[in-house]
């Protein structure tokens, strides 16, 4: 594999001719793909989701009803009788009128000769309203055993299993429903279509999804050179005898690209499979030696309700300098996300993957690496989302000198102007504090990182399937070792993507 050459001495050359090699591998490793891995998960979930909202929007027809009886507005009294109370706490539960649904429940339940199946109806309504799906789901299996051919409750059942990601058992459901649907005629067609609806969502939900972009760039420093010089030793004239020279950023144009693939399988219950991968990295044929791409797959098990998913999958990640093979790095993800509310989710991750470079020269940076992150979303609307969070990143290697801690976090945004526009923009900062003090450089290393990238993507222009993008990225690193780790450096792409 070529590799940069640096001359840092003109005259005597000393251990920095050394060091210099492993700066931009070791920090290409993990300078940015921590906040490109985040971003493109994001960017896949989020996908994932707006999907399936737009394959349900025509499903909440399932909630209309055709009894001509006006509610708002409008007072009618209820007689005292079963029939007429019970009547009442149907077209409350129709019209979700929950205060008006527990009133009404109260007093029918008190009467006799009450309708079992009706109390199941509306007490499973109420526990579906709630988010209590489990409770719902009983309610609506205890109708459906008085009944089994009620459909309306079939119904609720189906989607109660779906909100809930049963998704085997959602299937069966709406498959059932629909059958008896089919014996209706020409009046079921409104509902039939809500059915089928549900049943395009589900098959999405099992589908191969993802993206892929791809476009021409440029970066000022490919490098990541310090462009620093020093004079170390100069003569009686000023004439400098031994000086350390760094080698100018280098600045070129490349191609940038950015992959996401993603599918789950569910097995029965909450419990599933779940396949993810990301591709990212950037190509320059005028300097190849500096070319990366980065491959982070995993396959494992997922277990999912309406509220929270948990993963624990085996991963692996491969990273390429040049055109060879620069680590591998087997190891597990473990996630936790939580829906706080229909405006708020929470997901905490945990990694922990094995570097093992592949050449003798990289070795150093061998061992495990372990990172938490914490990320928070917020929906101040359906256009508009803030999110942020605190990260923690364990680097252990053979030498305690090149062994570290990192702290920081990450915060941002994302505004879609409508079909129009789109824009993304996401700032972190990091403190990187190395174990063991350095008899090399006659230092503890200390970095600091901040690390700024903004995406605007463009609806209004799309080529048929393909829309396109803005990407800049900047990247800041201070060391306290600063003519070797300190640098700046800015990219910027025009892309196509290309979402399924």
């Not at 979700?96 to 009133?103: C, E, I, M, S, T």
């Amino acid at each position: 594999m070529a590799k940069p050459s640096y001359t840092c001495f003109n005259g005597l050359q000393i251990a920095c001719v050394v060091a210099l090699p492993f700066a931009a591998p070791a920090q290409a490793q993990t300078d940015n793909a921590p906040d490109t891995r985040l971003r493109l998960d994001q960017q896949l979930d989020r996908q994932r989701a707006g999907r399936e909202a737009r394959a349900i929007e025509d499903a909440q027809a399932l909630d209309g009803d055709t009894s001509s009886l006006t509610i708002d507005g409008q007072s009618y009294s209820v007689g005292n009788s079963v029939d007429d109370i019970g009547r009442a706490l149907y077209l409350s539960v129709v019209r979700k009128q929950w205060p008006d649904v527990r009133r009404f429940l109260a007093a029918y339940r008190k009467l006799d000769g009450h309708d079992p199946m009706l109390v199941e109806y509306a007490l499973g309504a109420i526990a579906r309203e709630k988010g209590d799906l489990a409770a719902a789901e009983r309610h609506y299996r205890a109708l459906l055993a008085i009944k089994a051919d009620f459909l309306p409750g079939r119904l609720e059942l189906a989607r109660t299993l779906f909100d809930n990601r049963k998704d085997r058992e959602a299937e069966r459901a709406f498959h059932s429903a629909r059958d008896q649907l089919a014996n209706d005629g020409p009046q079921a067609e409104g509902v039939t279509r809500t059915v089928d609806a549900y049943l395009a969502a589900l098959k999405r939900r099992r589908s191969w999804q993802g993206s892929f972009a791809i476009g021409p760039g440029y970066s000022s420093n490919l490098n990541q050179s310090s462009a620093s010089y020093t004079c170390l030793l100069a003569a009686d004239d000023g004439t400098c005898v031994i000086d350390r020279q760094v080698p100018d950023a280098i600045g070129a144009m490349g191609v940038n690209f950015e992959g996401t693939l993603a599918r789950d399988i569910p097995l029965g219950g909450h419990n599933g499979l779940r396949a993810r991968a990301i591709l990212f990295g950037d190509v320059y044929p005028e300097h190849h030696a500096y070319s990366q791409a980065t491959l982070i797959a995993r396959l494992g098990y997922q277990y999912q309700t309406a509220r929270n998913a948990i993963s624990l999958s085996p991963s692996y990640e491969i990273g390429s300098l040049g055109s060879s093979v620069l680590y591998e790095a087997p190891g597990v993800n473990a996630e936790w996300s939580h829906t706080v509310s229909p405006r708020a989710l929470l997901r905490l991750e945990g990694n922990y993957r094995d570097f093992r470079y592949r050449e003798v020269a990289f070795r150093p940076q061998n061992g495990p690496l372990t990172d938490i992150n914490l990320t928070a979303w917020y929906s101040v609307s359906p256009s508009w989302t803030l999110f942020g969070g605190p990260d923690v990143v364990v680097k252990d290697t053979p030498g305690r000198v090149d062994a570290y801690r990192q702290w920081g976090g990450r915060l941002g945004l994302s505004k879609a102007f409508g079909d129009t526009a789109s824009i993304f923009l996401m700032g972190s900062y990091r403190y990187r504090r190395h174990r063991k003090y350095s008899e090399l450089f006659e230092a503890q290393r200390k970095d600091q990182q901040l690390n700024l990238i903004a995406i605007a993507r463009l609806p209004v222009l799309r080529l048929g399937p393909l829309v396109p993008e803005i990407v800049v990225q900047h990247n800041r690193i201070k060391s306290n070792i600063d003519w070797l780790y300190s640098y700046k450096r800015t990219t910027a792409s025009v892309r196509l993507s290309f979402a399924f």
